[in-house]
């Protein structure tokens, strides 16, 4: 922040003399300000809500407000306003207990020339923050301009990356006869031509793609074979290019007339809208939200969010109306948000049993009240559905909007896991608001190591290993742990290590998409050799939560003709117990498509098995630590058989970790253990060639 600007300045001090000293001090050093005494939480919070506040200078043990509780009040408004402490004692102490407190600095009283440079360094920092906020939602708004216009041209347009179709619009499917344009992503370009111009095709296409021609695009006449083979002479423009963040090819096929406006008008409607309750669809929120985001940042407003979720909806609801009936109590149920609405208020149905309702104008008191007042609505409220009555309750999350925002990826993230405090709190019928980690605060110390995982997957510096998971029980499956690392020169790092503490979760979804393709590729290849191979794929939490995983699951299993038996995905204990609707959503998606679900660290917390009784797994990676405590430290393995022997009672297949001596093998033969795993069987390799057929 320029030294000419006026500082909005928030003061906390017992003494007003000494306050007022503070302001004269800053006046005299050349930094014009506008400084408010606050006295109270009260006032804190309603001068939060109605400006925008530069800096919060507060006295470090405030008899009328400690500055814990202002810092602690910044934070649950998540605004963005650094706060400096003045301290009379000495020595460390104070420094360490106001940083943990989440100050930007302490500063003792009458160092002035301290706090004037301390003060310039953080009113830099935000300036900076600022301006990339408002950098991300132009790039946001941008992105998401780009998509709209792709997705509703009425030419075909597809883009190429590897041979595969990444993106089409439903004008590219239609054009071909497919009803979705998910038939043809992820499948080949070459395999919707005609056999007899595959060769040329293909030469044509590497040619594009090697000339890299950003300016002028390439004419390209072909033979296509629609989806009931017919074939068709198509015209196209071939043009390098990047999308989402990858090198390729767009292919674009001119419109050809007709289409009414209107029917236009009525196709995007219908897309917009949920079929079974009428409310807006979550294609469609996700926009609005990133509107008010935007508006909220553009103004001193503050909005928010309610994630709403209608407590063990398979249990209270479903087993007992069936199917039918449960769509009978979604309607109602969305009629019922209908009558709570407000003016300005949009409400959405966000997920299988989740709705969102967004207030673009709101406090943290009045969406609290609301979400009170909502809950007791449908508790109060009798449902009827399939001749029969059900009573239901639901648990909300709520998330604030401000210029801290960013976009509603963070926005819906930070409400689902309030709605996941909310329930593990109540278990059902509660609320809770988001409050962001003071511990969390000012994560720009992880910037380098985000910069390195993405420029890893520009560059494709990644390389995929594999560990064999041998069974003790003679399945003769060949089951493979993928494993993935960054290759940053000599050095090779695993970057799950610390992708999931940084908190990006765009970048966490990424690297997991990239580990599937590849892992499924590479699966195929094998399977293509003869060589029967099946895989067991980590996920991040940020991966559990997106509910577009299962659908792009679909996708990537037909274009890679991996059957989904093949693939097993493994979560670990803490983001299932973190995330319960999210995993039990997610394992009973993917375990419909036919994959396997595992859960690893399992045994960890007080009570590991609670969380099976809501999310069904097919096999649980015992916590390495059980495995240390005999292998390495000589301790009794009543305690891992006994893990072992409650996970097989409830039909649930085990997998031993960390296995480095073959002393380990009578015990877990003895008990049953399905599976084993370590540097005893093999270290993770980089091709799957395990001979499971050694003794």
């Known amino acids: 922040m320029s030294s000419d600007n006026t500082i909005r300045l928030l003061l906390i001090h017992d003494v007003p003399a000494e306050a007022q000293r503070l302001v ?74 106001g940083l943990k407190a989440g100050a930007r600095d302490v500063v003792t009283i009458d160092e002035d020339q301290h706090l ?164 807006y669809n979550r294609q469609r929120f996700v926009q609005l939200l990133n509107s008010a985001i935007q508006s909220a940042a553009g103004s001193q407003r503050t909005g928010g969010l309610m994630f709403i979720e209608i407590d063990r909806f398979e249990e209270s609801v479903q087993q007992v109306v069936g199917v039918a009936g449960a769509d009978q109590v979604h309607k109602k149920f969305a009629e019922l948000l209908q009558s709570s609405v407000r003016r300005g208020d949009v409400i959405a149905r966000y997920g299988e049993e989740s709705y969102c309702l967004l207030m673009p104008e709101t406090t943290p008191d009045s969406a609290e009240s609301r979400s009170k007042e909502l809950l007791q609505k449908v508790a109060d409220t009798i449902f009827e559905a399939a001749g029969k009555t059900v009573h239901i309750t639901a648990s909300i999350g709520i998330s604030l909007l401000s210029e801290t925002s960013g976009n509603a990826d963070k926005v819906l993230e930070q409400a689902s896991k309030a709605h996941d405090q909310a329930l593990a709190k109540d278990n059902g019928n509660g609320f809770a608001l988001f409050e962001p980690d003071s511990e969390q605060q000012g994560g720009d110390a992880d910037t380098y190591l985000r910069a390195r995982v993405a420029q890893a997957l520009e560059a494709g510096n990644f390389k995929l290993l594999y560990q064999p998971i041998l069974s003790l029980q003679g399945s003769g499956e060949k089951l493979y742990e993928v494993l993935v690392r960054l290759v ?5 790092l695993a970057p799950m290590t610390f992708l999931e503490t940084l908190g990006d979760a765009g970048l966490s979804c990424k690297m997991d998409r990239w580990v599937i393709l590849n892992a499924m590729k590479n699966v195929a290849a094998e399977n293509s050799q003869g060589n029967a191979a099946s895989i067991l794929i980590h996920l991040t939490a940020p991966s559990l939560k997106d509910g577009s995983l299962p659908a792009w699951l679909g996708v990537a299993f037909k274009a890679s003709k991996v059957a989904p038996k093949n ?61 240390r405590e005999v292998q390495d430290q000589g301790e009794d393995s009543e305690t891992l058989v006994n893990l072992v022997s409650q996970l097989k009672e409830i039909d649930i297949k085990v997998i031993v970790p960390h296995i480095e001596q073959a002393s380990m093998l009578p015990t877990l033969w003895q008990s049953s253990t399905d599976y084993i795993q370590g540097y005893y069987v093999q270290p993770p390799a980089d091709e799957m060639n395990f001979d499971f057929s050694l003794d």
């Open 116 to 279: 004037l440079l301390t003060i310039q360094r953080e009113l830099s920092a935000l300036e900076e923050r600022r301006q990339a906020r408002q950098h991300q939602r132009r790039y946001h708004a941008t992105l998401n301009r780009a998509k709209e216009l792709l997705d509703s041209s009425k030419d075909a347009i597809a883009y190429i990356s590897d041979g595969l179709i990444v993106y089409a619009n439903e004008s590219f499917a239609e054009r071909f006869g497919y009803e979705d344009r998910d038939d043809v992503e992820y499948q080949p370009l070459i395999d919707m031509l005609t056999e007899g111009e595959q060769p040329d095709a293909r030469e044509f296409l590497r040619s594009c793609a090697i000339n890299n021609n950003e300016v002028e695009a390439q004419e390209w006449q072909f033979t296509a074979r629609t989806a009931n083979g017919t074939p068709i002479a198509t015209k196209a423009e071939v043009l390098s290019t990047v999308y989402d963040e990858e090198r390729c090819l767009q292919v674009r096929i001119a419109a050809s007339t007709g289409n009414t406006e209107e029917l236009e008008a009525q196709l995007s409607e219908a897309k917009n809208r949920d079929s079974a309750t009428g409310l």
């Open 24 to 97: 004269s001090m800053l006046q005299n050093a050349g930094r014009p300000n506008r400084a408010k005494h606050v006295a109270s939480e009260a006032a804190l919070t309603k001068l939060l809500q109605e400006h925008t506040w530069d800096l919060l200078i507060a006295a470090e043990q405030g008899k009328q407000l400690e500055a814990a509780t202002a810092i602690r009040t910044i934070s649950k408004l998540q605004k963005d306003v650094p706060a400096i402490l003045l301290t009379e004692r000495a020595g460390s102490q104070p420094v360490v207990e």
């Open 567 to 627: 693939v097993t995905f493994q979560l670990r204990a803490e983001d299932i117990s973190s995330n319960l609707h999210a995993a039990r959503d997610f394992t009973k998606q993917v375990q419909d498509l036919g994959c396997r679900v595992a859960v690893c660290r399992f045994g960890t917390g007080l009570s590991p098995f609670k969380a099976l009784e809501h999310v069904k797994v097919d096999l649980a990676k015992i916590d390495t630590s059980f495995v």
């Open 488 to 492: 940053d020169g000599k050095e090779e």
